[in-house]
């Protein structure tokens, strides 16, 4: 099996995975017939994607890991808007919780996580990464007081 072939699978095998355990999921909780119909659309979606990862567009390049530094930078984006997304939803589902006395903790801990990860992103990834000196000490790095720009950070900032 070539690397392409292997990257094309990536998707479609953590669709099939985690639809899997989802139904087995339903299977314990619920009826084994709704089980079966969790599985059928698992094994669909995940057919979607192993098609789609085959199409050479912007989605099926990304999705194949096959992007270029544009699609890449498309799908920072898209990862963040899902995060964001996901963030105001589990906000949502807290404060109507909250309001309809109900037990709210889980969307409390996926909102903190969220919060959480993205400081501690900050926090530690450099503005420049990979590169060694004061730009890889990352982005939440202060500088005292009086404390001049180097040369090197000054030429690649204009």
Not at 19 to 35: F, S
Not at 51 to 64: K, N, Q, R, T, V
Not at 149 to 154: C, F, G, I, K, L
Request: hydrophobic share 45%.
């Amino acid at each position: 099996m070539n690397r392409s072939t292997r990257a094309r699978l990536r998707a479609p095998l953590v669709v099939w995975i985690a639809g899997t355990i989802v139904a087995g999921a339903v299977a314990i909780g619920h009826t084994w017939a709704d089980a079966l119909i969790a599985e059928v659309v698992t094994v669909v979606l995940g057919g979607a994607y192993y098609l789609l990862s085959a199409s050479h567009s912007d989605i099926g390049d990304i999705y194949a890991h096959r992007e270029d530094e544009r699609q890449h930078v498309v799908a920072m984006k898209a990862r963040s808007v899902a995060c964001v997304v996901m963030i105001a939803a589990a906000f949502v589902s807290a404060v109507y919780a909250v309001a309809a006395n109900k037990n709210y903790w889980q969307a409390d801990v996926i909102a903190s996580l969220g919060g959480l990860s993205y400081f501690l992103t900050l926090l530690f990834s450099g503005a420049r990464d990979g590169e060694p000196g004061p730009s890889s000490e990352g982005m939440m790095a202060a500088r005292r007081p009086g404390e001049r720009v180097s040369e090197s950070e000054d030429s690649t900032s204009g």
